[in-house]
């Protein structure tokens, strides 16, 4: 017999969720602890943790991050207007369940199970508790293709989008010059000059990780990564002690990327390492020079993945100007459970549409591919 409980705090949970996850997951209990330690989520966010967890004879044998959310902020799969439409309907779309990791738009599990089997029992739970607790909607966000949760997800009928994503791939290559080789003449020069801008004005760039970083770089990265925001007239989701936690809970995890010129450091990017695959989450500078951007965002982690046999280097969603940096797009998936039956149907037809339109969007990205003989 399976009980379920949910949560109010990553803090409370029973020690065996951290066996359940293991270590080979993007997602990690440190992870979220952080967040919530730093408050970077909880009240007054908008993100209320809400963590489910799945027990059998008092075993611990399912877990799910989850979420109420009061707003759609850092989720990168957008929903806006489907919140004005189901409240022109006169119901409430605020809170609703989010499956997910906060400001996180990477592909990963969610559902962490002893057997496969429990998936959809978790799934039918929440749709009950959904619909219950009178809440619009539950969205599971940015699953891989290999998620064993997707065929339950569609066989209970939620409704399937589609977001770009943008993935470099290693094809064991020798140095960063051999990966330039396999760009059209117009398109290699273009790095080319992108990173002789920087080498005139003698910007010298390090790699850092696990016991070679410190507090101090730490304070840098988070000055950069706030100017970022305070750039855009906002400030910034994530609190500075999110990142003080997380790179010393997790430093094999944290590549950090610095730029610096004969002054000192001017620039920073933050990025995750897990198993074979890197990904590239924050970025920033205190000044505006050409081409830093492109250097420490994509750049630096290509040439990173190369010499340290990475094979997989995401840089995130949005962005076609990655694209000709050699990043191809690709297709990551989320599923959506509404439970008003007259918007479910409007949102499968919007998502229909939708699905169409990116087909075709992907098709002609694919097309203007910088490789040669694409």
């Known amino acids: 017999m399976y009980s379920f409980e949910i949560y109010n705090s990553f803090f409370n949970l029973p020690n065996s969720v951290l066996n359940l996850i293991g270590e080979e997951e993007f997602i990690s209990l440190d992870f979220l602890l952080s967040m919530e330690k730093s408050n970077s989520i909880g009240l007054n966010t908008g993100w209320i943790a809400k963590p489910l967890v799945v027990s059998e004879n008092e075993k611990v044998v399912g877990f799910v991050p989850m979420f109420f959310k009061y707003h759609s902020y850092g989720e990168y799969v957008f929903d806006w207007s489907w919140a004005e439409a189901h409240e022109s309907l006169g119901e409430p779309y605020f809170p609703k369940i989010f499956i997910g990791l906060p400001f996180t738009p990477v592909n990963s599990r969610k559902f962490f199970v002893c057997s496969e089997d429990l998936i959809e029992k978790i799934i039918i739970y929440l749709e009950s508790f959904a619909k219950e607790n009178k809440l619009s909607s539950i969205h599971y966000v940015f699953s891989g293709d290999l998620d064993d949760a997707n065929k339950y997800l569609e066989l209970r009928g939620w409704s399937k989008r589609k977001t770009i994503q943008y993935l470099w791939t290693n094809k064991n290559y020798n140095d960063f010059d051999a990966f330039l080789t396999t760009f059209k003449n117009e398109k290699r020069k273009k790095i080319k000059q992108d990173r002789k801008k920087l080498s005139i004005k003698n910007i010298q760039f390090e790699s850092l990780t696990g016991d070679q970083l410190n507090e101090d770089q730490i304070k840098f990265f988070y000055k950069c990564y706030e100017q970022t925001y305070l750039n855009h007239g906002s400030f910034p989701y994530i609190k500075k002690d999110f990142f003080s936690e997380y790179f010393f809970k997790k ?26 695959s890197l990904y590239g989450r924050y970025w920033g500078s205190l000044e505006y020079i050409p081409s830093l951007h492109f250097e420490l965002s994509y750049y630096q982690g290509i040439e990173y993945c190369i010499n340290n046999n990475i094979e997989k280097f995401y840089a995130g969603i949005q962005g076609e100007h990655k694209l000709a940096r050699g990043f191809e797009p690709i297709f990551s998936h989320s599923y959506h459970f509404l439970t008003n039956t007259q918007f479910k149907r409007a949102i499968e037809d919007f998502a229909n549409r939708e699905d169409a339109l990116n087909n075709k969007y992907i098709d002609e990205l694919k097309e203007r591919a910088p490789f040669k003989g694409s």
């Not at 995890?253 to 198993?275: A, Q």
């Open 251 to 276: 430093p094999e995890r944290v590549v950090l990327f610095i730029g610096s010129d004969h002054n000192g450091p001017i620039g920073c990017s933050f990025c995750i390492k897990v198993g074979n």
